[in-house]
């Protein structure tokens, strides 16, 4: 069964840290993104990743703070949040199975949220000043 489990998350003072899990099973994805979305916004993308070769893309607004990474041994994709900022606070959501032949950095550009197959339940980020 195709599957996307996300784990981690939480409240977090601002310039504090976080770190989200997004474990997969059933299927192996070439392209993992994460997305999030905050109250009444739509939903936007933060980074994804190329989960074999390591190729790492991201939103401007988290560059240089986030990071993403892919564990293939454990088929698991990580978010690893620092200096957060009460901008950050949302639903994150993790991203597999995009459709073929799609840039690993144009799938994190506005609309293309479509273009992926499966997600995750969601995990709230609230960041607190």
């Known amino acids: 069964q195709e599957r996307l489990v996300q784990s981690g998350g939480g409240s977090v003072q601002a310039g504090g840290s976080l770190r989200l899990s997004c474990e997969v099973s059933g299927y192996t994805s070439d392209c993992m993104a994460w997305f999030r979305q905050a109250p009444g916004k739509e939903r936007v993308g933060v980074a994804s990743i190329y989960t074999s070769l390591g190729s790492a893309y991201y939103a401007s607004f988290v560059q240089g703070r986030f990071t993403i990474s892919h564990d293939n041994a454990k088929n698991t994709m990580y978010l690893q949040m620092n200096g957060l900022e009460t901008g950050d606070t949302a639903m994150y959501y993790c991203?597999?199975?995009?459709?073929?032949?799609?840039?690993?950095?144009?799938?994190?550009?506005?609309?293309?949220?479509?273009?992926?197959?499966?997600w995750g339940q969601g995990t709230q980020v609230t960041v607190s000043s």
């Open positions: 991203a597999a199975d995009p459709a073929p032949h799609m840039s690993c950095a144009v799938l994190l550009t506005i609309g293309h949220e479509r273009d992926f197959g499966h």
